[in-house]
Nanobody, 122 residues
Framework: VQLQASGGGLVQAGGSLRLSCAASGRRSSRYNMGWFRQAPGKEREFVAI????????YYTDSVKGRFTISRDNAKNTVYLQMNSLKPEDTAVYYC????????????????WGQGTQVTVSS
């Protein structure tokens, strides 16, 4: 499966952005999809996952209550709505997919898209 992320940009602290990730190549509902991010000088970290049927979501603690992951399997697209953004959310965000469930500390997802830059100014 190929993944194409979009929607990054520059926003002030407290603002919002919505990232999108379009999947192609295979029916996206076969895959759990989600997002990782990597800030400058830091390790890549898990952000969120949504299962193929859209029934289950899971977030890293630092984004709970602020970020919402969703998907539209008819459009083969997954979204990450990011609200109340903080400067520490600044990172390159990567769309990911795998048939296996992934989370912080798990084996990395098999499929990765190109990153999209999110910059939050204070």
């Amino acid at each position: 499966v190929q993944l194409q992320a979009s929607g990054g940009g520059l926003v002030q602290a407290g603002g919002s952005l919505r990232l999108s990730c379009a999947a192609s190549g295979r029916r996206s509902s076969r895959y759990n999809m989600g997002w990782f991010r990597q800030a400058p000088g830091k390790e890549r970290e898990f952000v969120a996952i949504i299962t193929g049927d859209g029934e289950t979501t899971y977030y890293t603690d630092s984004v709970k209550g602020r970020f919402t992951i969703s998907r539209d399997n008819a459009k083969n697209t997954v979204y990450l709505q990011m609200n109340s953004l903080k400067p520490e959310d600044t990172a390159v965000y990567y769309c990911v997919a795998d048939t296996l469930f992934f989370y912080s500390g798990s084996s990395p997802p098999r499929y990765w898209g190109q990153g999209t830059q999110v910059t939050v100014s204070s």
